[in-house]
C-alpha cells in the first residue's frame, strides 16, 4: 500500500555531518509514526529516533541525543534526519520505517524503507 524509501546516505569523515531523507509514496503516513534505525554488519538493527503523527517532541536513543535531529514535513510525506558529529562507530545502514505508536520496537513498524548506507571513517 505504500513505500519508504531513504537518501542521503554517505561517506563522511568522524565529527562530520549528514542529513537523510525518507520519502513516503503510495500512500499517505500523517496519521503513522515515523522512525529511524540503523544496523550495522553482524548486529541487531537498534532505534535511532521517533516522532508520532501528532508532531510532537521526537524521541531518541540516548546516545545520539543531542546530535541527531529528527523532524518531517507530514504534508509532503517527507520524514528527515539531521546527524551532527558522527562517529565511526555509527557506521550502519539506515532505514526509515512507519508504524503505529511512539515505540522503539521493531515489530511495531509496518512499513520500511530499504535503507542508505552510512559510513564515518577515523
Known amino acids: 500500500q505504500g513505500q519508504l524509501v531513504e537518501s542521503g546516505g554517505g561517506l563522511v569523515q568522524a565529527g562530520g555531518s549528514l542529513r537523510l531523507s525518507c520519502e513516503g509514496s503510495?500512500?499517505?503516513?500523517?496519521?503513522?509514526?515515523m522512525a529511524w534505525f540503523r544496523q550495522a554488519p553482524g548486529k541487531e538493527r537498534e532505534f535511532v529516533a521517533a516522532?508520532?503523527?501528532?508532531?510532537?517532541?521526537?524521541i531518541y536513543a540516548g546516545s545520539v541525543k543531542g546530535r541527531f535531529t529528527m523532524s518531517r514535513d507530514t504534508i509532503n510525506n517527507l520524514t528527515y534526519l539531521q546527524m551532527n558529529s558522527l562517529k565511526p562507530e555509527e557506521t550502519a545502514v539506515y532505514y526509515c520505517?512507519?508504524?503505529?505508536?511512539?515505540?522503539?520496537?521493531?515489530?511495531?513498524?509496518?512499513?520500511w524503507g530499504q535503507g542508505t548506507q552510512v559510513t564515518v571513517s577515523s
Open positions: 516522532v508520532s503523527w501528532t508532531g510532537g517532541r521526537p
Open positions: 520505517a512507519a508504524g503505529r505508536g511512539m515505540v522503539a520496537e521493531t515489530a511495531s513498524y509496518n512499513y
Open positions: 503510495g500512500r499517505a503516513f500523517s496519521m503513522e509514526t
